[in-house]
């Protein structure tokens, strides 16, 4: 049994996949499907339901892959330990952070954490929450920025900011005429929304159930449109298709003149979401994780409201 053939058998459960799981580990399907048959072998034991589609595990898989997963994650912290000893901010940090955050905290992010720690270049990735929180747990990221709620065994997770929400009009539209905004007023106009997937999405449809629109009673069109970003959303209202609900780091008001659109704050009591910085508890470079968590309470975003250690925010 090698750590190779773990490897690759931890690929197929996470791809469900050979040709997939050969491709991300970067070698040939023939050669995968090899190492994974010769661990069945010394196992005695299969692993996985081999069918013409989509591969399954058995439920011995199950079992002996999640142990597989932490016998892996702990020869990379065996690893991280040795190169790291000396200096834990040399060497890269893979981090990821969900689409509705990347675009806008990196680029704050970066020259300050560069300034700190030159020696500890940032591995990005933008994905859904649920493809991060799976990426962390299996140890490919070692830092992910999320939107709270979020919870996970074996990571810890701490508080950076609280984002305020705000409504995002064309200049022109009649709600600019209103008072202080309230979601119900957003939700009675034609409404801007990412896609399913998006925990963002989801949070403004739990702040505003009657946010969402699936048709009117003559059974005409939906008042809502979908929009694959959050930059593709902003574009959409500068056009005038319609409004929309961004945190307050998206809504871009510098990019377009203020005849095409406006930006304002709802009446209190403001939505907001918990942006949030999650590691697992094995990691072994917590003066990494302190470096990046500094660098980002120092990005000076200027419509948040930074969280320090152990400080109760006034969303609480």
């Known amino acids: 049994m090698t750590l190779n053939e773990l490897r690759y058998a931890v690929a197929v459960a996470r791809e469900r996949h050979f040709g997939r799981a050969a491709e991300a580990c970067h070698i040939s399907q023939p050669s995968l499907s090899v190492a994974v048959r010769k661990l069945e072998e010394e196992l005695g034991v299969t692993l996985f339901e081999r069918g013409h589609g989509e591969v399954t595990l058995t439920p011995a898989g199950e079992a002996l892959l999640r142990q597989a997963r932490r016998v892996l994650d702990e020869v990379g912290a065996l690893r991280e330990m040795a190169v790291q000893q000396q200096d834990q901010l040399s060497g890269p940090l893979r981090m990821g952070a969900i689409y509705t955050i990347a675009p806008y905290l990196l680029p704050e992010l970066i020259p300050v954490l560069h300034e700190r720690a030159p020696e500890m270049p940032l591995v990005i990735e933008e994905n859904y929450t649920a493809r991060l929180r799976d990426r962390l747990r299996e140890g490919e990221l070692d830092a992910i920025v999320v939107s709270l709620p979020f919870?996970?065994?074996?990571?810890?997770?701490?508080?950076?900011?609280?984002?305020?929400?705000?409504?995002?009009?064309?200049?022109?539209?009649?709600?600019?005429?209103?008072?202080?905004?309230?979601?119900?007023?957003?939700?009675?106009?034609?409404?801007?929304?990412?896609?399913?997937?998006?925990?963002?999405?989801?949070?403004?449809?739990?702040?505003?159930?009657?946010?969402?629109?699936?048709?009117?009673?003559?059974?005409?069109?939906?008042?809502?449109?979908?929009?694959?970003?959050?930059?593709?959303?902003?574009?959409?209202?500068?056009?005038?298709?319609?409004?929309t609900i961004l945190p307050c780091t998206a809504a871009g008001a510098d990019r377009y003149a203020q005849r095409l659109l406006a930006v304002r704050r709802f009446a209190e009591p403001v939505p907001s979401r918990r942006v949030a910085l999650a590691w697992r508890a094995s990691f072994p470079r917590p003066q990494a994780i302190e470096a990046l968590r500094r660098a980002v309470l120092d990005t000076g975003l200027s419509c948040v409201s930074f969280i320090q250690p152990g400080q109760r925010s006034a969303a609480e």
């Open 151 to 243: 919870e996970e065994p074996g990571v810890v997770t701490l508080p950076l900011y609280d984002e305020p929400f705000v409504a995002v009009l064309p200049a022109a539209h009649p709600l600019n005429r209103e008072g202080p905004l309230t979601l119900d007023q957003m939700g009675d106009a034609t409404l801007l929304l990412l896609g399913a997937g998006h925990c963002f999405r989801d949070q403004v449809l739990e702040l505003c159930p009657g946010c969402l629109r699936t048709a009117t009673a003559d059974g005409s069109v939906s008042r809502n449109l979908q929009g694959s970003s959050l930059e593709t959303m902003r574009h959409m209202v500068a056009s005038g298709m319609g409004v």
